[in-house]
């Protein structure tokens, strides 16, 4: 999804920008469990 957007905003990005979005939204969604495991 994050993806798309940066997509729509942009219209072309290269392998290295999508390599950075991919990478981002991986951590976030890492840190986003981890925040979860410890709330539980």
């Known amino acids: ?3 798309s ?3 729509r905003i942009k219209r072309t990005l ?3 920008e ?3 979005i991919i990478s981002d939204v ?7 469990l981890e925040r ?5």
């Open 18 to 20: 999508i390599d950075t």
């Open 14 to 16: 290269d392998g290295v």
């Open 5 to 7: 957007i940066v997509l």
């Open 26 to 32: 991986e951590a976030r969604k890492a840190s986003a």
């Open 1 to 3: 999804m994050a993806l």
């Open 36 to 40: 979860q495991r410890r709330a539980d």
